[in-house]
């Protein structure tokens, strides 16, 4: 006899909106209030929501319910027959109306299969289930329910292990990024004067700002580098103004008492929007559509609390700042400077480094041509000074100071863009060794591409500094197919700054983690980023290097303020040894064990020697770079980082061990290319990650045995092109043509991820290989014929 029990089943309490009747389905009585329609714009204004990436929602896991002996269900009908609910839930499944409800309540294809799966296996793996539904289940058995009857405990199920789908509004609030102004209500409370400098490099206007800065009673300076805020706070305290220093790793009190001094110069992410001032500077504001630092200056221009902003940079971001200034009521005076001296576009290259001069910057965007072009000069009886983005701001600093020394003997300098901004140099002529360099766009995507015209205006523009030896400043390039190019970008309009970045708060993500608790730190920013909804106006900055640190960290047990710290840190995960190190200092926070001096002189093995080769250099930045992360970690968590002055000594003292070698850089070069001509490509930066075979193939083409010739091969002229793709070709050889695009093919294999670094060592090897024995290769299909003629001849 069938035990269904549908009176007992009427004094259950009710669960998930369950809705009965017999013999019919119930699914037109369990339908939710349909989710309100979305919009896949993450830019609209006129307040549609955005439809979410489902595909970022990970389900959490369930176990399988039940304990022995408590099968409540079975007591009140009969144990289930796992056969018969297979074959019912299965059904369940396939009707159309269950996935129109789906659909209705926010499970999208994808959810609503990875929902049924999870409901299925829960189902069947479980000794025992609720009664509620043991009873739905039996009743659909036996033919007295139908399988739509299931629809509530399925979608409980749903919203069980899609937590999301029972918040999506709170969630969609709290990622609303379309009104950033009202997130700074100290400086809503102010009426604040907006002045824009607009000009080209050295115009004079920040040195306008800066003096309005001098003569305020309290200011700001906001730099978006250490060496720019060190300069504005040098030239402050020497002008008898106290100012203070504040970094991501220090912070220097211009009063030995270490009182607050009423000036700040500070990186811009440092600076603080709850402290009044009567002046602020913010320097480069077309940063602000920087793809991963631009929320910090859109921080700064909507945050500062200051009677007066003195904006400086690019004209072409001063219709973004107007429009920008209007959502917030207030008005921008735009001042327009014109540049000091003046500045040429020569009419020639220099085609050899034999043509140099004093007072020449070669300007390179890898450290492989750095490497290559300093050995080159130094080759030739000249010295050079060396410039390039990883050397510490000291090693920088003293390079400059070498190169702009009148009495020094160093009048050559052969630099990266990192002497776009931050160093006043005396360059007479800026020479640019190459005019392509990789890019990182806004999906995080990097690509290899010609400078744009802003930063070409910007590097060209260190040319013939005001109040320097040189009253003008001349440009041109390296090599002569590349000048027509470089002419063009530099006659092109600067493209206007359109968007301004933003970037998600601790708070917002603590916000998202309240309803998201199983969530990994990655996935809430993935999920943020997908919900967001910006205007016009803005943009999400990309959060790739954030997700890389909080994927690196997430086996580590700490709480989520300190977990988004760490993710922060401001370090390049093309550094094993600082992301290892990152690592280590996370483990042992989460310990509760103190990161003292002690521990991190073994970790870095210190004290170091002077570097030998190139490698040992590259691992000296890397230390130095740890260093700095100590520091920075320093000032958010001082009771685990207590040793910060004991390191900034030894950071101080790696500094001039570091100098030591960047000094001594082409001996260092020699060094690593002694031992063999493919070691001296191991310093490749990664930016270039096809340098090494092309060096390789260039070797073979000019008959380079010798570490020299592979120098020397590396510059050819085919190679040149290969590194450009906007250059002429017409005057191409087949064989180089044939070499350009494989260089194309690779880079773009790499940069779409369907190809490794190894993956490409493995196949130069195997076709290297393959070529010796005719098999591939060009020429093979004539050396198959040639064998074929010489095995008949010797056959005969």
Known sequence: MSRCAWPLLRRLPARAGLALGHGRPAAAALSAPSAPSSSSSSSSGDGASRAPDTSLFVPVPLKPGGAAGEDVGAELTRPLDKGEVLKNLNKFYKRKEIQRLGAENGLDARLFHQAFISFRKYIMESSSVSADLHIILNDICCDAGHVDDLFPFFLRHAKQIFPMLDCMDDLRKISDLRLPPNWYPDARAIQRKIIFHAGPTNSGKTYHAIQRFLSAKSGIYCGPLKLLAHEIFQKTNDANVPCDLVTGEERVYANEDARQAPHIACTIEMCSTNTPYEVAVIDEIQMIR??????????????????????????????????????????????????????????????????????????????????????????????????????????????????????????????????????????????????????????????????????????????GRFGSSFTQGEVTTMHREDLAQLKEILSEAVPPVKAAGLHPTPEQIEMFAYHLPDATLSNLIDIFVSLSQVDGMYFVCNIDDFKFLADMIQHIPLNLRSRYVFCTAPLNRKEPFVCTTLLKFARQFSRNEPLTFDWLCRHTKWPLAAPKNIKELVHLEAVHDVFDLYLWLSYRFMDMFPDAALVRDIQKKLDDIIQIGVRNITKLIRASQSAAAPGAAEVVSE?????????????????????????????????????????????????????????????????????????????????????RNGRYGFGSKRDDQHSSKETGKKRK
Request: proline share 5%; aromatic share 6%.
């Open 290 to 463: 920087d793809p991963a630092r631009g929320w910090a200056w859109t921080r700064a221009l909507l945050g500062l609390c200051a009677e007066e902003i003195h904006v400086c940079g690019e004209a072409a971001a001063a219709d973004l700042v107007k429009e920008l200034m209007y959502t917030t009521g207030e008005e921008v005076e735009v001042r327009n400077y014109k540049r000091l001296t003046p500045l040429t576009v020569l009419d020639y290259a220099l085609e050899s480094l034999d043509n140099l001069r004093p007072g020449d910057c070669i300007v390179c965007f890898s450290k492989n041509d750095i490497y290559s072009v300093s050995r080159q000069i130094e080759a030739r009886g000249l010295e050079c000074a060396v410039i390039y983005g990883s050397l510490p701001p000291g090693t920088k600093l003293e390079q400059a100071k070498k190169f702009n020394d009148p009495d020094d003997p160093c009048k050559i300098l052969v630099a990266t863009d990192a002497i776009g901004m931050g160093l006043n140099l005396c360059i007479r002529r800026i020479i640019f060794n190459s005019i392509v360099k990789p890019t990182v766009n806004e999906k995080g995507e990097k690509e290899i591409d010609s400078i744009p015209t802003s930063q070409a205006l910007q590097i060209a523009g260190r040319a």
């Open 687 to 771: 930016d270039f990650p096809t340098a090494k075979r092309d060096a390789r193939a260039a070797s073979d083409r000019h008959g380079a045995k010798s570490p020299e010739a592979l120098s020397i091969a590396v510059e050819a002229p085919a190679l040149r092109r290969a590194r450009n793709p906007r250059a002429p070709r017409s005057g191409m050889r087949q064989e180089d043509l044939k070499s350009y695009g494989r260089g194309s093919l690779a880079n773009r294999l790499l940069r779409e991820g369907l190809l490794t670094q190894e993956m490409l060592r493995q196949l130069e090897s195997e076709w290297q290989d393959q070529h």
